[in-house]
T-cell receptor, first 112, second 111 residues
Framework: DQQVKQNSPSLSVQEGRISILNCDYTNSMFDYFLWYKKYPAEGPTFLISISSIKDKNEDGRFTVFLNKSAKHLSLHIVPSQPGDSAVYFCAASAGYGNQFYFGTGTSLTVIP | NAGVTQTPKFRVLKTGQSMTLLCAQDMNHEYMYWYRQDPGMGLRLIHYSVGEGTTAKGEVPDGYNVSRLKKQNFLLGLESAAPSQTSVYFC??????????FGPGTRLTVT
């Protein structure tokens, strides 16, 4: 049973525009969330995280928003660049826990 | 720093053969993980370790064994490979409160 869901397998965005990637979770014990970026033939790379005591965390062009009541988080990339084209995974854990649960990924294509 | 390295990068096995995948990290991280990635399934946790000499089961542990004899190494073993174990395997490590650092992956095909 998938506890972390990314319902959009793919997303295309024009360069310079905003990319919004969404993630939903079902386990109310999750309180630490992360986003990873993955290029083909490479391992995922940690991008940004947020704990449940916050509803927003920013790092440069990347912002993660957390809506605990809706069990929903989103990653905003502004402005989008062609180098952002990759698969993005969200992940969740209970506390800074031992196990991380990953979504199925969203493939982002930024069109020049 | 090499970060997280995985050996081998590619392997083809026949059904019933055994093999060991090696993960090494040079960041002195306490936690280490083995995941598999299959199309449409995301990353699923096989086994993990919270320190030298400790291991625990993840979501999909059946058919795999692990060992963490040294802090920097985490081994994943397949005793009798099956076609269902065809996948890309990723190792990761982290310190507490941080995101995971992943290796480049091992592509395993079982025929």
């Amino acid at each position: 049973d998938q506890q972390v869901k990314q319902n959009s397998p793919s997303l295309s965005v024009q360069e310079g525009r905003i990319s919004i990637l969404n993630c939903d979770y079902t386990n109310s014990m999750f309180d630490y969330f992360l986003w990873y970026k993955k290029y083909p033939a490479e391992g995922p790379t940690f991008l940004i995280s947020i704990s449940s005591i916050k509803d927003k965390n920013e790092d440069g062009r990347f912002t993660v928003f957390l809506n605990k009541s809706a069990k929903h988080l989103s990653l905003h990339i502004v402005p989008s660049q062609p180098g952002d084209s990759a698969v993005y995974f969200c992940a969740a854990s209970a506390g800074y826990g031992n196990q991380f649960y990953f979504g199925t990924g969203t493939s982002l294509t930024v069109i020049p | 720093n090499a970060g997280v390295t995985q050996t081998p990068k590619f392997r083809v096995l026949k059904t019933g053969q055994s093999m060991t995948l090696l993960c090494a990290q040079d960041m002195n991280h306490e936690y280490m993980y083995w995941y598999r990635q299959d199309p449409g399934m995301g990353l699923r946790l096989i086994h993990y370790s919270v320190g030298e000499g400790t291991t625990a089961k993840g979501e999909v542990p059946d058919g795999y064994n692990v060992s963490r004899l040294k802090k920097q190494n985490f081994l994943l073993g397949l005793e009798s490979a099956a076609p269902s174990q065809t996948s890309v395997y990723f190792c990761a490590s982290r310190q507490r409160t941080r995101g995971q650092y992943f290796g480049p992956g091992t592509r395993l095909t079982v025929t």
